[in-house]
């Protein structure tokens, strides 16, 4: 089966820290994504990646980077986290479309990095 | 831009009816449509997936239909249980990214 691991679940950091959220897939997929989660919001895209090295900007990119310098592992980052940054992250990933796959291009995800800054 | 509204936003009910839930998707250039329930707390757990040339895709108590001309996915949940409280997502991936609804809160009560 497909694992996508995010590797902190629960983090609390302080206003202006910078702040690393790893993700990583065991299934070679080609796309990954971060998304954040908040009550009443859904799920917004913050980043994605189609392929190592690249990256494009989702919805609401602002105060976040990500770095993809392994096709198994896309990170986000927050230069310096504030207190709106507070929320459920996502991490998900999948096959390129059109690529031979049983699961048709299934998105999986992880099981979420709970942030707290204050 | 691809939209997807799901209704209703929540549902409460007793234990052992079927229940309906609706996705609706503006553009009908699709390639697949994916099922997803999370349980509070937690990720997203992919129920199922069906692409854009069928009809229907079953998975034990849980039967999906898809009615692309029309912009239209329905959840259908068989005798349902209180294990299946939890929130249920519909995406549909017309390019590399996928647009999800808001998801249908469910609470199924004993």
């Known amino acids: 089966d497909v694992k996508v691991t995010q590797s902190s679940r629960y983090l609390v950091k302080r206003t202006g820290e910078k702040v690393f959220l790893e993700c990583v897939q065991d299934?070679?997929?080609?796309?990954m994504f971060w998304y954040r989660q908040d009550p009443g919001l859904g799920l917004r895209l913050i980043y994605f990646?189609?392929?190592?090295?690249?990256?494009e900007k989702g919805d609401i990119p602002e105060g976040y980077s990500v770095s993809r310098e392994k096709k198994e592992r896309f990170s986000l980052i927050l230069e310096s986290a504030s207190t709106n940054q507070t929320s459920m992250y996502l991490c998900?990933?999948?096959?390129?479309?059109?690529?031979?796959?049983?699961?048709?291009?299934?998105?999986?995800f992880g099981e979420g990095s709970w942030l707290t800054v204050v | 831009k691809q939209e997807v509204t799901q209704i209703p936003a929540a549902l409460s009910v007793p234990e052992g009816e079927n229940l309906v839930l609706n996705c609706s998707f503006t553009?009908?250039?699709?390639?697949?449509l994916q099922w997803f329930r999370q349980d509070p707390g937690k990720g997203l757990t992919s129920l199922l997936l069906?692409?854009?040339?069928?009809r229907e895709q079953t998975s034990g108590r849980l039967n999906a239909s898809l009615d692309k001309s029309s912009g239209r996915s329905t959840l259908y949940i068989a005798a349902s249980q209180p294990g299946d409280s939890a929130t249920y997502l519909c995406?549909?991936?017309?390019?590399?990214?996928?647009?999800f609804g808001r998801g249908t809160s469910l609470i199924v009560h004993p």
């Open positions: 998900a990933s999948s096959l390129t479309r059109g690529s031979p796959d049983r699961s048709g291009n299934t998105i999986y």
């Open positions: 299934m070679d997929h080609e796309n």
């Open positions: 990646s189609y392929d190592v090295k690249m990256k």
């Open positions: 553009d009908s250039a699709i390639y697949n």
């Open positions: 069906i692409q854009s040339s069928q």
């Open positions: 995406a549909v991936k017309g390019s590399y990214i996928p647009t």
